[in-house]
Nanobody, 119 residues
Framework: QVQLVETGGGLVQPGGSLRLSCAAS????????MGWYRQAPGNQRELVAT???????NYAHSVKGRFTISRDNAKNTVYLQMNSLEPEDTAVYYC?????????????WGQGTQVTVSS
């Protein structure tokens, strides 16, 4: 079992920055692909970015060049640095941990943190 706790959300003006953090429990953090997803009102949850244990990253087209995902395996923490924020980035952001082991999918979600981009 992995527990995920997100922090760092809030209200920011367009063009501003925020950094989200997600702290994970457990001692095999580095074996999980970590990701950030978001869900705006009336929309489906969508991928924002993922990062493997070795540091390989993947981004949604809409955030590429503005957002940076990173992780610190020693601290069991994954980060999402968000720059040049736009009103369209307003959503609840969720941390995700994903691993496939011996054909079994292990997937965990955090409780979410609200990000609001507004003047």
């Amino acid at each position: 079992q992995v527990q995920l706790v997100e922090t760092g959300g809030g209200l920011v003006q367009p063009g501003g920055s925020l950094r989200l953090s997600c702290a994970a429990s457990g001692n095999i953090f580095s074996l999980y692909v970590m990701g950030w997803y978001r869900q705006a009102p009336g929309n489906q949850r969508e991928l924002v970015a993922t990062i493997t244990g070795g540091g390989r990253t993947n981004y949604a087209h809409s955030v590429k060049g503005r957002f940076t995902i990173s992780r610190d395996n020693a601290k069991n923490t994954v980060y999402l640095q968000m720059n040049s924020l736009e009103p369209e980035d307003t959503a609840v952001y969720y941390c995700n941990a994903h691993r496939v082991y011996v054909g079994v999918v292990y997937e965990y979600w955090g409780q979410g943190t609200q990000v609001t981009v507004s003047s």
